[in-house]
């Protein structure tokens, strides 16, 4: 379902802007066998893609490569296409409110901006788009924020947790030299605790196998606890049986435990300072459909009455389904989003899905972070939406009138 949505998108993607240009610049101007050649890009890319969407399972690093030229190919043409429509607008607009005949300067104004400005500003697309597919994805970015309250016991007062979340293993290749930096840098910040959000895997538990070293590398005072995101269940995938994809399950808790990672499911652990002490919550992945729900929130509740409580799920959405409206946990930390990779000024269209998507939300006091992931899914690159380590420092505050 989720590649014959990719598939709708490209054909719009790739044959809209084709079409306007050809009509509007390459029809009546270039020569015959310009015309021609002119469609045999995307028709390679649509043929490449209806390979794929046959394939994809046994070639998903070839897919991905795909994914990266078509979208260097397209997506600059479309925002050619806009450009030179707003251009042509605007023109239209003013003739509208001005009915003396344009000047000969505004008609050389007007030919030199419709020529140039759509051109720049889709060879500048092209070259951001290339910068995110080679260096964006690698992009490590610490992300410094404060979570303050009340109800944090003072001996917490300062207490740095650092979150990572949505690594997808089986997207990176590159030996484990990104992923490798990227642990040195987390143990860089000294952090109190370490978490992970979820999601560490695009579906097989074998995709960790050449990282558990890099992995294992992680150290905090508390310790590293993870809890299971979406892709962890190897839905994606197809299996012969449920035992054998449970069995794979299993197997990632399993190599999770071997790389000193402590798997929360649907239960909890008491942190200790002195005579003060929090409670870490993890859940397993509670999600809207089509989404997994497994999350038991009551279950893993029991024993932390009274407590500052942080909760580790994987979905933000759980919040306001369930948090926020049945319990009285403080902070939340998830991820699942990534940003949809991709965040230009501030703005991702991920915001019309997920009302929290990206950063620190308040409700009433109570928090919740949306961290946008390590890793990347899909489309191999990230825009904007870099890949990131939080690191969270609770801060005690005097109580509300």
């Known amino acids: 379902m989720i590649l014959l949505r990719i598939s709708l998108f490209f054909l719009i993607l790739l044959l809209l802007p084709d079409w306007y240009i050809y009509r509007f610049y390459v029809k009546?101007?270039?020569?015959?066998?310009?015309?021609?050649?002119?469609?045999?890009?995307?028709?390679?890319?649509?043929?490449?893609?209806?390979?794929?969407?046959?394939?994809?399972?046994?070639?998903?690093?070839?897919?991905?490569?795909?994914?990266?030229?078509?979208?260097?190919?397209?997506?600059?043409?479309?925002?050619?296409?806009?450009?030179?429509?707003?251009?042509?607008?605007?023109?239209?607009l003013m003739r509208c409110f001005i009915k003396a005949p344009a000047p000969l300067?505004?008609?050389?104004?007007?030919?030199?901006?419709?020529?140039?400005?759509?051109?720049?500003?889709?060879?500048?697309?092209?070259?951001?788009?290339?910068?995110?597919?080679?260096?964006?994805?690698?992009?490590?970015?610490?992300?410094?924020?404060?979570?303050s309250s009340p109800d944090l016991p003072q001996a917490f007062d300062g207490y740095r947790i650092l979150q990572l979340s949505d690594i997808h293993s089986g997207s990176w290749n590159d030996g484990g030299e990104?992923?490798?930096?990227?642990?040195?840098?987390?143990?860089?910040q000294h952090p109190d605790l370490i978490v992970f959000t979820g999601d560490l895997v695009n579906s097989l538990a074998d995709e960790i196998k050449p990282y558990m070293s890099v992995f294992s590398q992680l150290k905090a005072k508390d310790g590293v606890y993870s809890v299971l995101g979406n892709h962890d269940?190897?839905?994606?995938?197809?299996?012969?049986?449920?035992?054998?994809?449970?069995?794979?399950?299993?197997?990632?808790?399993?190599?999770?435990k071997q790389m000193g990672w402590d798997m929360l499911m649907n239960e909890h652990r008491i942190l200790r300072r002195g005579n003060d002490s929090i409670a870490l919550i993890g859940v397993e992945n509670s999600g809207n459909p089509p989404f997994p729900n497994r999350g038991d929130l009551p279950k893993a509740l029991r024993g932390t009455e009274?407590?500052?409580?942080?909760l580790l799920s994987h979905d933000p959405t759980h919040w306001r389904r369930e948090v926020l409206p049945q319990t009285d946990i403080q902070l939340m930390l998830a991820g699942h989003t990534h940003d949809m990779q991709v965040s230009l000024f501030g703005?991702?269209?991920?915001?019309?899905?997920?009302?929290e998507h990206?950063?620190?939300?308040?409700?009433?006091?109570?928090?919740?972070?949306v961290n946008v992931g390590l890793g990347f899914v899909m489309f191999p690159m990230r825009l904007g939406a870099w890949p990131e380590i939080t690191v969270i420092t609770l801060k005690k505050t005097k109580a509300y009138n």
């Open 306 to 310: 009274g407590m500052f409580k942080v």
């Open 105 to 147: 300067s505004f008609i050389r104004l007007y030919k030199f901006t419709r020529r140039s400005v759509p051109l720049f500003v889709a060879i500048v697309t092209c070259v951001y788009l290339l910068f995110g597919a080679i260096f964006g994805k690698e992009f490590f970015e610490v992300k410094e924020v404060t979570f």
């Open 233 to 256: 269940y190897a839905t994606y995938v197809h299996w012969d049986s449920e035992s054998k994809r449970l069995a794979n399950v299993d197997t990632l808790i399993a190599r999770e």
């Open 178 to 188: 990104a992923l490798r930096r990227a642990m040195t840098l987390c143990n860089g």
């Open 347 to 355: 703005f991702s269209f991920s915001k019309f899905i997920y009302p």
């Open 28 to 92: 009546y101007s270039a020569k015959r066998w310009k015309k021609v050649f002119w469609w045999i890009p995307s028709i390679c890319l649509l043929l490449a893609l209806l390979f794929f969407v046959c394939f994809h399972h046994s070639m998903q690093h070839a897919f991905s490569v795909y994914l990266i030229t078509a979208l260097c190919l397209a997506v600059p043409k479309m925002v050619f296409m806009v450009c030179d429509l707003l251009i042509y607008l605007c023109k239209k």
């Open 358 to 369: 990206s950063g620190m939300y308040i409700d009433k006091g109570r928090g919740l972070y």
